[in-house]
Nanobody
Framework: QVQLVESGGGLVQPGGSLRLSCAVSGTAFSIYTMGWHRQAPGKQRELVAAITSGSSTRYADSVKGRFTISRDNTKNIVYLQMNSLKPEDTAVYYC???????????????WGQGTQVTVSS
């Protein structure tokens, strides 16, 4: 059974940083693209960043230059380093094991429980 467990969320002031982690088990982690997605209150869930097994990446325009996705295929963990955080980054952040290893692959039905990120002064 695929399990994804996110951690690292919290309350941070505008301009601050957080690092999210997602530990993955029950799947062949290294062959799939992994994605970080987020959902703000009243909004649809959206892709924030994705990374392939070979570390090709893509980002939402709203986070380019501020967020960095990475992965450790030896530990089955995917990270999201978030810098220069803005109030509009406030959301629940979820990781997902995508449907394939392509950088533009779609998310699967495998979601973690999410971790809350709140950016506020």
């Amino acid at each position: 059974q695929v399990q994804l467990v996110e951690s690292g969320g919290g309350l941070v002031q505008p301009g601050g940083s957080l690092r999210l982690s997602c530990a993955v088990s029950g799947t062949a982690f290294s062959i799939y693209t992994m994605g970080w997605h987020r959902q703000a209150p009243g909004k649809q869930r959206e892709l924030v960043a994705a990374i392939t097994s070979g570390s090709s990446t893509r980002y939402a325009d709203s986070v380019k230059g501020r967020f960095t996705i990475s992965r450790d295929n030896t530990k089955n963990i995917v990270y999201l380093q978030m810098n220069s955080l803005k109030p509009e980054d406030t959301a629940v952040y979820y990781c997902n094991r995508h449907l394939s290893g392509a950088v533009y692959s779609s998310p699967s039905s495998y979601w973690g429980q999410g971790t809350q990120v709140t950016v506020s002064s």
